[in-house]
């Protein structure tokens, strides 16, 4: 189990990156643009510097749902590689079956 302040810490982050998304995209768009005015490429640039670094969605970790464990995650279920092992083999995730050879 990781640890809970790393996990809210996380959660914040996504909340962030959420609550400034339209406003990031749009000064990221103005900041790119290549015929836009040098004065307005500063402006946004600045405007951009400002906001926190927290609403980048880079800074985002992939985190299992379950656990919170940050490595050995599987995105299409969103969940680390033990949490799904482990409800794999209770049959409770559907169209998955543990192999064995």
Same mark, same amino acid.
Request: aromatic share 6%.
């Given at each position: 189990?990781?640890?809970? #302040?790393?996990?809210? @810490?996380? /959660? ?6 959420? #609550?400034?998304?339209? @406003? $990031?995209?749009?000064?990221? @768009?103005?900041?790119?643009?290549? /015929?836009a005015q040098p004065?307005?490429?500063? *402006?946004? /640039?600045? *405007?951009? %510097?400002?906001?926190?670094? /927290? %609403? ?6 992939? $985190? ?6 940050p490595h050995g995650f599987y995105?299409?279920?969103?969940? #680390? $590689? ?6 794999? +083999? ?8 543990? +192999? #064995?050879?």
């Amino acid at each position: 189990m990781a640890k809970k #302040s790393m996990i809210n @810490k996380n /959660n914040r982050r996504i909340a962030l990156s959420k #609550s400034l998304y339209n @406003k $990031r995209t749009a000064l990221l @768009k103005i900041a790119r643009d290549r /015929n836009a005015q040098p004065e307005e490429i500063f *402006k946004a /640039n600045l *405007k951009l %510097a400002k906001l926190p670094r /927290n %609403a980048n969605p880079v800074r985002i970790r992939n $985190r299992c749902m379950i656990t919170g464990r940050p490595h050995g995650f599987y995105r299409r279920f969103k969940i #680390s $590689r033990i949490a799904l092992r482990q409800l794999a +083999s209770q049959g409770l995730l559907p169209g998955v079956r543990k +192999s #064995s050879w």
